[in-house]
Nanobody, 116 residues
């Protein structure tokens, strides 16, 4: 399984971005997916997760109510809609996917920069 993120960029505070994570390869083996982020000088933190069917989601307290995670299994793609962005949301965002074997694979990351 390979994951490729897209959709990052520079946005002003209060703006929106939508990140995408496209999976390829043995996509039939993918179960739960999600997003982490890592700001400069900080540890990587979980942003949001979604179950294989998309019926279950979870969010970090810092983004709940502003971000929405979703997935389209017919397109092998996961999304993160980010609204009301704040400067503290600035980070490299990584998508991940668990395989049914329990192995977790990562994307290469996409930079999100929110200016004040």
């Amino acid at each position: 399984v390979q994951l490729v993120e897209s959709g990052g960029g520079l946005v002003q505070a209060g703006g929106s971005l939508r990140l995408s994570c496209a999976a390829s390869g043995s996509t039939f083996s993918i179960s739960d997916m999600g997003w982490y982020r890592q700001a400069s000088g900080k540890q990587r933190e979980l942003v949001a997760g979604i179950t294989s069917s998309g019926g279950g989601t979870n969010y970090a307290d810092s983004v709940r109510g502003r971000f929405a995670i979703s997935r389209d299994n017919s397109k092998n793609t996961m999304y993160l809609q980010m609204n009301s962005l704040k400067p503290e949301d600035t980070a490299v965002y990584y998508c991940y996917a668990y395989k049914i074997t329990g192995q977790r694979v990562w994307g290469q990351g996409t930079q999100v920069t929110v200016s004040s």
